[in-house]
């Protein structure tokens, strides 16, 4: 197994290679892009080429981050661009299909290689890093079959390795939560609409509030089913009356707390990969 210095060095030289012609990263915001947005601009400074961060504005994911990503990627000195998407009917995800992580990174992925054509740019690069490679994600499918480069993973980087050398850059991102698409609060079948969706955002902003790192809300039907870190299990207790009257004003009929604690892809415990 090699050693994060190894992987570190394998991955510079992997986008000193990529970036030896104008380079886009599907740029989120989070760790993950953000370290690769950081180094594609290092890279082509050196090369001479430019470096792009596309951002994509879409429905599934919480509001008011592409300012944020923006202001980001205008420090690093990445030409940023936002494309406003409605993957709901684009992707045909409407009804929150078991295949919708592997419908929605295809098209997704698709609008962001046209702007990429647009762009002149010759290569595509996007964040999975190999921690993602051992749970329930079909948009690598996708991701792979468009022949989107994934420099993290193949340096062999884990989430806490990425997070480490993000903070070795100085950004400010490396100890940012993960923020996956708020369809991963509905269960499959669920009809998803921006309506429920922006309400489990503020419900999730609320809790923030409060001081939890990890936050997710689960939705079914009228059962607001609360994801925190274990370690936080208790202060969510503590902390119960404030957070089922804000809950409830959100409209929750009833406010229950996870005892097995945050845990990504809570949803997919029964999929068979």
Do not use: W
Request: aromatic share 8%.
């Amino acid at each position: 197994m090699q050693d994060y210095q190894t992987k570190v060095e394998n991955l510079k030289k992997r986008m000193m290679l990529y970036a030896e012609q104008d380079i886009v990263v599907a740029f989120s915001g989070g760790a993950d892009s953000g370290l690769l947005l950081k180094m594609a601009c290092e890279a082509a400074e050196k090369t001479g080429h430019i470096a792009y961060g596309i951002y994509l504005h879409t429905m599934l994911h919480p509001s008011g981050e592409a300012e944020r990503a923006g202001k980001l990627a205008d420090e690093m000195g990445a030409s940023f661009k936002a494309l406003k998407i409605d993957e709901l009917y684009g992707a045909d995800i409407e009804y929150n299909p078991k295949d919708r992580c592997y419908r929605c990174k295809r098209y997704l992925f698709e609008c962001i290689l046209k702007e990429a054509e647009r762009l002149h740019a010759g290569v595509v690069v996007e964040g999975t890093n190999l921690d993602d490679t051992y749970v329930y994600r079909p948009g690598i499918r996708a991701v792979k079959e468009l022949g989107i480069a994934s420099p993290l993973m193949e340096s062999g980087l884990t989430k806490e390795e990425v997070r480490r050398l993000a903070a070795e850059y100085g950004l400010s991102v490396s100890d940012k939560p993960a923020a996956p698409c708020l369809a991963t609060r509905f269960p499959y079948g669920t009809r998803l609409s921006n309506e429920a969706m922006r309400r489990v955002e503020q419900a999730e902003r609320c809790l923030k509030e409060q001081g939890f790192y990890n936050v997710r809300l689960r939705v079914h039907g009228d059962i607001a089913r609360i994801e925190v870190d274990s370690h936080d299990l208790q202060k969510l207790v503590e902390k119960r009356i404030e957070i089922i009257r804000e809950l409830k004003a959100l409209g929750y009929t009833y406010v229950t707390m996870d005892l097995e604690g945050f845990r990504s892809g809570s949803m997919d415990v029964n999929i068979k990969v």
